[in-house]
């Protein structure tokens, strides 16, 4: 346990990753304490070298493409060995990119989990957010899960639908936080083999894997779309109001996007999306939501969001 001590003096952050030059992550940490701590990009395209360099230095790390599974595999190990643990959803997802070194090890979680479903309640319950961190905290993102689960059967009427599109790590946290809000979740890839593989490995979520070719179709049935491709398949381009408006005029649809920097939803489709009362969850809402319940975790201090929502604009 000697190199997992947490170093208290300096306090060092960082992102584990390959091509993160451009990544918002140190900004919106500077904007979330005003600069108190460190945060670095270790970035290259050798995960162990960048590991061994956390374990050495840092107090803890956010990891991205392409490393989450071998951070990961790190975990497994690290808890079998009985110096580390695994938060339930990073268990799941099979893919972490949070490491956190405490006294009893390192705590290994996904915040892409928890950062889909504060983005979907921040797109239905627009009041929820602020309300609850308020009231519990640093507990926030579980009381807001809680609160999906008991009431979005209630106030659609019906088991909402969601709509995975894309299977890579992304799809799978979105595939996990869809199932966990109480979503009956459908999984489409431009590999079918894929959404298959990832439906025969979660059985208890019941995912129904669906064709790309039925895009248009699936999105129109349903109440939640969380699209993960980073770039836009032709359907897109092709929806209209209509499909946006979906099948149940007294709900809106949700779509949420994981690329914030070239999003598939834009110009004309968001105009569309717009006419069709289609809430729109883009992928900054997305990163900020993961990075508030992120760095929560790895300094041990609630951050400043209304800083980091400035530093998003």
Request: glycine share 10%; hydrophobic share 40%; net charge negative.
């Amino acid at each position: 346990m000697g190199d997992m001590h947490i170093k208290e003096d300096p306090a060092l952050f960082g992102l584990i990753g390959t091509g993160i030059g451009e990544s918002r992550s140190p900004e919106l940490f500077r904007a979330a304490y005003g600069g108190q701590w460190a945060y670095d990009l270790l970035d290259g395209t050798d995960f162990l070298p960048l590991w061994k360099r956390f374990l050495e230095e840092y107090r803890a790390v956010n990891i991205t493409a392409p490393f989450k599974q071998d951070a990961f595999a790190q975990a497994v190990q690290l808890t079998r060995d009985g110096f580390g643990s695994i938060s339930g959803p990073c268990f799941k997802i099979r893919a972490t990119n949070l490491a956190v070194k405490t006294p009893e090890g390192i705590r290994f979680d996904n915040t892409d989990f928890s950062g889909i479903i504060l983005s979907v309640a921040e797109a239905l319950y627009p009041d929820l957010i602020p309300l609850c961190y308020e009231r519990f905290g640093d507990r926030s993102p579980v009381k807001i899960h809680q609160f999906l689960r008991e009431n979005l059967a209630e106030d659609y009427g019906y088991t909402p639908q969601a709509l995975i599109v894309g299977c890579g790590g992304a799809g799978r946290a979105a595939a996990v936080a869809a199932a966990e809000m109480g979503f009956g979740t459908a999984l489409m890839n431009r590999t079918p083999e894929r959404a298959q593989q990832l439906a025969d490995e979660m059985p208890e979520y019941g995912f129904i894997p669906v064709p790309l070719s039925d895009f248009r179709a699936s999105l129109r049935e349903c109440d939640l779309v969380i699209y993960t491709l980073p770039e836009a398949i032709p359907a897109v381009g092709e929806l209209t109001a209509e499909d946006f408006a979906g099948e149940n005029a007294a709900v809106r649809k949700v779509v949420l996007e994981a690329n914030y920097k070239t999003p598939a939803f834009s110009g004309a489709v968001r105009e569309r999306m717009a006419e069709g009362r289609c809430r729109y969850a883009g992928g900054r809402r997305w990163l900020l939501w993961q990075a508030v319940t992120g760095y929560g975790t790895m300094t041990g201090t609630l951050p400043d969001r209304a800083a980091m929502e400035d530093s998003m604009q």
